[in-house]
């Protein structure tokens, strides 16, 4: 610890953070997260810290702190607001860290477009051979990735890099794999159960480091779960029938497949109501693909050969479709393989399913998340800090994320919420049996709390867009009410909230990552408790084998939504829980942290 102290205070005496003053238990906590490195390299800590307790800065700190000592790692953010922010301050503080995005935030120098249907993506050509394109010494996105591979402290999102430590790490993995054991197939390439990565570690560009921080970690479980989920869609698999009559037409060998048997095989998938039967089809699925994804080295070489290696010459259209169509396939494909890989390993009861028959969609699921998140994220780390505002119960984080041992830090932000109370209105329940009656009574009460706040900007949680539009047509208050219908319009409505002067901004996802500092917003109303929708087979599922996750992720949904209007130590908001479901929670161990309870005043 005296090693960690004289280092915190050299770095304040030569400034490195400017003119810095911790915040109350930021210091403490640099020291016990970095001792508790030394004394598990391999540990895992759980760092609960509310707005106001500046989290980021604590990581910025720690990973000072331990790249001062010889160790490196990663600062891994959930949105681009929050990579963003994180920008400013290693800018800021001049540490010299890089930070690289995913690849569609960086524009082709040739043709404009995102670097994914850039020149050398859409020929086919991989990162090393891209950077010794003339284009590649001035690409955005080369620079940045080169850089951030030099970086002893890498600045990166969920996304990105879990597809470096998954997919591009294996494939390499598998290579040097095949290159060792001099296997002339590929047939033990596709065993990655049976490949420990972590021994190929000096061959990846992105290695696992010592220490990673994963902030808003929250949503890990949601994160992990829409990466690594397949949607299968017909149209665009159909596509597939172009591509091989094209491959054919430049005399390279593919399976024959008319869209007649694509369409059978997605019908096949689509039909399947079993598991059993729908690991079958996939796997048939693979099979096909894998048949089409050998093909790519060939056509690749016979882009080259009609079109030189160089970019300056426009590919033809009907190369880039055929590329575009092979990155998609290959991308469907990983995703495959990787879903029954984790099937094959947690059972067939993990296995889930939701279809689109209309569209001709399947959205394959896994309800063991705890593996998943094992696999693709525990196992590529070194030390990890989970960090967030809105962890909730300890014990059921752990679960959620197949946390076996954590250290849990909990903080306080010494925030005064005196004029911070939140009035729960114990009346109206706004569950799918008794909404039809609650709903004319509680809009009565809205309208009495907007009357009240006539001249004040606020918040409307209304937990669908159907609650949104009832509202819409029987509030006396529409005139001050913004609203959006989706995700599109939300950024719109966002900008004319903040410029108005007691506009109510209304919506059902309004509930994280935005900032409603001080006069900009002073008051929000939970219309409805915002509980996981059990339409969401995996919602449903997840509530079956556990109603503790249920309870779980209401809370911390409700956490953040509060956590929307109350910025700073000077801030204040009142919050009002209009729906009575919200009593569920109220005497629940922990799922409610104190700090929101305390500020409870019920009304019946």
């Known amino acids: 610890m005296s090693n960690i102290t004289n280092l915190i205070d050299k770095a304040l005496k030569e400034k490195v953070f400017g003119n810095f003053e911790f915040r109350p238990n930021q210091r403490k906590t640099i020291e016990v997260i970095c001792e508790q490195y030394f004394n598990d390299p391999h540990g895992t800590i759980i760092l609960d810290?509310?707005?106001?307790?500046?989290?980021?800065?604590?990581?910025?700190?720690?990973?000072?702190i331990l790249r001062q000592l010889g160790y490196k790692g990663y600062l891994i953010t959930s949105d681009k607001s929050l990579q963003d922010q994180y920008e400013k301050d290693i800018m800021g503080y001049k540490m010299g860290w890089s930070s690289v995005r995913g690849i569609d935030n960086y524009?082709?120098?040739?043709?404009?477009?995102?670097?994914?249907?850039?020149?050398?993506?859409?020929?086919?050509?991989?990162?090393?051979?891209?950077?010794?394109?003339?284009?590649?010494?001035?690409?955005?996105?080369?620079?940045?990735?080169?850089?951030a591979m030099a970086s002893p402290i890498t600045l990166v999102n969920y996304s990105w890099w879990m597809i470096q430590q998954n997919y591009v790490n294996l494939k390499i993995a598998q290579k040097q794999h095949k290159l060792q054991n001099k296997e002339p197939g590929p047939k033990a390439l596709n065993d990655s159960e049976r490949l420990e990565i972590d021994d190929f570690d000096n061959f990846f560009p992105f290695k696992k480091r010592d220490f990673a921080f994963f902030d808003e970690a929250h949503k890990v479980d949601e994160i992990v779960q829409k990466h690594f989920s397949p949607i299968l869609k017909k149209f665009p698999l159909f596509k597939t029938v172009d591509l091989i009559d094209f491959m054919v037409s430049e005399g390279i060998g593919a399976p024959t497949a008319g869209k007649s048997y694509i369409e059978k095989l997605m019908d096949e998938i689509l039909d399947a109501n079993q598991n059993e039967e729908m690991v079958f089809k996939l796997n048939k699925l693979k099979g096909f693909l894998s048949l089409i994804l050998k093909r790519r080295g060939d056509l690749e070489k016979q882009?080259?050969?009609?079109?030189?290696?160089?970019?300056?010459?426009?590919?033809?259209?009907?190369?880039?479709?055929?590329?575009?169509?092979?990155d998609y396939l290959k991308d469907v494909h990983c995703k495959i393989e990787d879903y029954l890989e984790i099937v094959e390993r947690e059972g067939l009861e993990s296995m889930l399913f939701s279809k689109n028959l209309q569209d001709g969609e399947i959205k394959l699921m896994c309800l063991s998340e705890a593996a998943m998140i094992r696999k693709h994220l525990h196992?590529?780390?070194?030390?990890k800090v989970f960090m967030s505002a809105t962890i909730g119960d300890p014990k059921t984080y752990c679960k959620v994320m197949g946390i076996e041992n954590a250290r849990v830090i909990k903080l306080n932000n010494d925030f005064n919420y005196e004029k911070s109370p939140i009035i729960f209105v114990n009346r109206f329940k706004m569950s799918m049996q008794h909404k039809q009656k609650s709903l004319p009574e509680a809009i009565k009460v809205l309208d009495q709390i907007l009357n009240k706040h006539k001249d004040q900007r606020g918040l409307i949680h209304t937990g669908s867009y159907e609650f949104s539009q009832y509202?819409?047509?029987?509030?006396?208050?529409?005139?001050?009410i913004i609203e959006y219908n989706n995700s599109s319009e939300k950024e719109d409505a966002l900008i004319?909230?903040?410029?108005?002067?007691?506009?109510?901004?209304?919506?059902?996802?309004?509930?994280?990552?935005?900032?409603?500092?001080d006069e900009t917003c002073r008051f929000q109303i939970f219309f409805k408790v915002p509980f996981p929708s059990l339409g969401d087979p995996l919602n449903l599922a997840k509530m079956k084998k556990s109603n503790n996750w249920y309870d779980w992720k209401t809370g911390i949904t409700i956490q953040q939504g509060i956590g929307r209007s109350i910025r700073?130590?000077?801030?204040?908001?009142?919050?009002?829980?209009?729906?009575?479901?919200?009593?569920?929670?109220?005497?629940?161990?922990?799922?409610?942290?104190?700090?929101?309870?305390?500020?409870?005043?019920?009304?019946?």
């Not at 196992?379 to 030390?383: A, D, H, V």
């Not at 007691?502 to 994280?512: H, K, Q, R, T, Y």
């Not at 729906?579 to 019946?604: G, M, Q, T």
């Open 49 to 64: 810290a509310p707005t106001g307790t500046g989290k980021s800065i604590i990581a910025l700190w720690c990973s000072y």
């Open 379 to 383: 196992k590529r780390s070194g030390f």
């Open 471 to 480: 509202i819409k047509q029987h509030s006396s208050h529409i005139r001050r």
């Open 303 to 326: 882009s080259r050969f009609k079109f030189g290696y160089d970019v300056d010459s426009p590919l033809p259209k009907k190369w880039k479709k055929a590329f575009g169509q092979l």
């Open 496 to 517: 004319k909230f903040k410029k108005g002067i007691n506009g109510v901004i209304m919506g059902p996802s309004i509930l994280e990552g935005l900032d409603f500092n």
């Open 568 to 604: 700073n130590p000077e801030d204040w908001a009142i919050t009002y829980i209009l729906d009575a479901c919200f009593s569920n929670l109220i005497n629940k161990v922990d799922f409610l942290p104190d700090e929101i309870k305390n500020r409870i005043k019920i009304i019946k």
């Open 107 to 147: 524009e082709c120098d040739l043709n404009g477009l995102p670097f994914s249907v850039g020149e050398c993506k859409m020929r086919g050509y991989s990162l090393q051979q891209a950077e010794k394109l003339s284009c590649g010494k001035t690409c955005g996105y080369i620079i940045s990735r080169k850089k």
